[in-house]
């Protein structure tokens, strides 16, 4: 079993729209959760970090925790062509090293 | 935010030779790391780079074949050893910020090509 879990995608989604990707991870005792955007031939760029349940917003980002389901999901607003990348899901575990999603492809149609 | 200088950017090498990336930040780093990204994968930890002593290496990397180096905080080189065309990959620097707890960030990446 994977140890953080994302849908490869691609997921498409028409410009305007609410993109929502989501991860699942294995590890009860993480304490830190991030989001990272990279787009094609790019590095991976940090978009959001939370820390405790419940929602944490920034712009038209909005990352969302669940603990008790080991659940993270990033929910981009008015989702623009510009959005389209793969997003990554790293969760930071007690050893304090970042495992990576195998991240989610998203498509954002105009 | 910080300036992060890594090379070289990219580079096409022939089999069982050696290439040196270099990792330079401007701001005051407490950790940095080396990650591989292979075509169409996620992200694998090489190895944390450690200040003035050996590098923390992760299961399925060896020293032999991936030496690093961090001579001060905000400077480190990964050298890919004999190299062979499956070592293809983009090399990655990452590093942590002091007053930017676990939040983890990455230079722009080497694109490795081996012949």
């Known amino acids: 079993q994977k140890e953080v879990e994302q849908n490869s995608g691609p997921l498409s989604v028409p410009e305007g729209a609410i993109a929502s990707l989501n991860c699942t991870y294995s590890?009860?005792?993480?304490?830190?959760f991030f989001w990272y955007r990279q787009y094609s031939g790019k590095s991976p760029e940090l978009i959001m970090s939370i820390y405790s349940n419940g929602d944490q917003e920034d712009g038209r980002f909005t990352a969302q925790l669940n603990k008790a389901s080991q659940y993270v999901s990033l929910l981009i607003r008015d989702s623009q062509p510009s959005d389209s990348a793969t997003y990554l899901c790293?969760?930071?575990?007690?050893?304090?090293?970042?495992?990576f999603g195998g991240g989610t492809r998203l498509m954002v149609k105009p | 935010s910080a300036v992060i200088s890594q090379k070289p950017s990219r580079d096409i090498c022939q089999r069982g030779t050696s290439l040196t990336i270099q990792c330079q930040v401007d701001s005051q780093v407490t950790m940095m790391f080396w990650y591989r990204q292979q075509p169409g994968q996620s992200l694998t930890l090489i190895a944390t780079?450690?200040?003035?002593?050996?590098?923390?290496?992760e299961s399925g990397f060896v020293i032999d074949k991936f030496p690093i180096s961090r001579p001060n905080l905000t400077f480190s080189t990964l050298t890919v050893s004999n190299m062979s065309p499956e070592d293809s990959s983009i090399y990655l620097c990452?590093?942590?910020?002091?007053?930017?707890?676990?939040?983890?960030?990455f230079g722009p990446g080497t694109r490795l090509t081996v012949l």
């Open positions: 990452s590093f942590r910020l002091r007053g930017r707890g676990n939040e983890q960030f």
């Open positions: 790293a969760v930071r575990s007690v050893s304090n090293m970042l495992t």
């Open positions: 590890d009860r005792g993480s304490q830190s």
């Open positions: 780079a450690n200040q003035g002593s050996e590098a923390t290496y």
